[in-house]
């Protein structure tokens, strides 16, 4: 199979891969390993945008489930998506990589606040634009974020960077004989929920006809191989 083109992509990456063997937080050589894959496929000449979870930091849902008000508790999330874009910034342009953040809740001493076309002018320009605070709305998650930057800044796909390779039929930790799909539907992923995103950032990309291409960022090199059209992923269409 020929690797398709891409010309500007999305690349989600979840809290959880920056913050390494501590388990928690923000580990400082993890984030710069991160920021190494991103720098390489940039270099690519591919225009990039990035979206970072906050998982690694708090999340809504595990605050609500020990009485935290739910939407006070999301909010506190998307903070944390911001300090991870912060430190994505940092470890990114340590690198030569000119990057902006912006962010869906304005916060103007520290980022600027999400404005399409101007994100459209970094990009030309051949900066990363990272969105922090996901859709800036609790009750929703980084995903639903992901996706929806994808769609406004009409990119060719969303990267979802995880710790596996792919989507599986089960859960590859649990089950052996689990099966890694190299295509599989929309339709598919909603109705026998797959563990792909969270269904409303699926139902966007499908509406918006974005393929979602899932891949392990932990393997060194991995996103410029899959850009390329190598390496292992799973991509999922509209399965015509
Ligand atoms: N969050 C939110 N609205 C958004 C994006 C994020 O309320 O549009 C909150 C939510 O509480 C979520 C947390 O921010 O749990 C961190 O984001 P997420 O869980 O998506 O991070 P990831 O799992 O990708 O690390």
């Not at 398709?4 to 390494?20: A, Q, T």
């Not at 809740?105 to 605070?133: N, S, T």
Request: aromatic share 4%; net charge positive.
């Amino acid at each position: 199979m020929s690797a398709p083109h891409y010309k500007r992509i999305l690349l989600k990456l979840s809290g959880e891969v920056l913050m390494g063997a501590q388990g928690f937080g923000i580990e400082p050589e993890t984030v710069a390993r991160m920021a190494a894959e991103v720098k390489a496929a940039h270099d690519t000449g591919l225009q990039l945008c990035l979206v970072i979870g906050g998982g690694n930091i708090f999340r809504g849902m595990a605050g609500a489930a020990k009485g935290m008000d739910r939407a006070q508790a999301d909010y506190m999330g998307m903070l944390a998506t911001v300090m991870n874009a912060l430190a994505m910034q940092s470890a990114l342009e340590k690198l030569g990589v000119d990057t902006r953040v912006q962010s869906a809740i304005q916060m103007d001493a520290v980022c600027e606040p999400v404005i399409r076309r101007r994100a459209e002018r970094h990009l030309a320009k051949g900066r990363v634009v990272i969105f922090a605070a996901g859709v800036g709305s609790p009750y929703f998650t980084t995903d639903s974020g992901a996706a929806l930057r994808a769609a406004e800044m009409k990119c060719d796909a969303l990267f979802k960077g995880t710790s596996v390779d792919g989507v599986y039929d089960a859960d590859p930790k649990k089950k052996a004989s689990a099966k890694r799909f190299d295509t599989v539907s929309y339709d598919q992923v909603l109705a026998d929920n797959l563990k792909v995103m969270d269904a409303s950032a699926v139902a966007l990309c499908r509406d918006n006809a974005i393929p979602i291409v899932v891949f392990s960022i932990r393997e060194q090199g991995n996103l410029a191989r899959v850009l390329r059209g190598e390496g292992t992923s799973t991509i999922v269409t509209t399965g015509d």
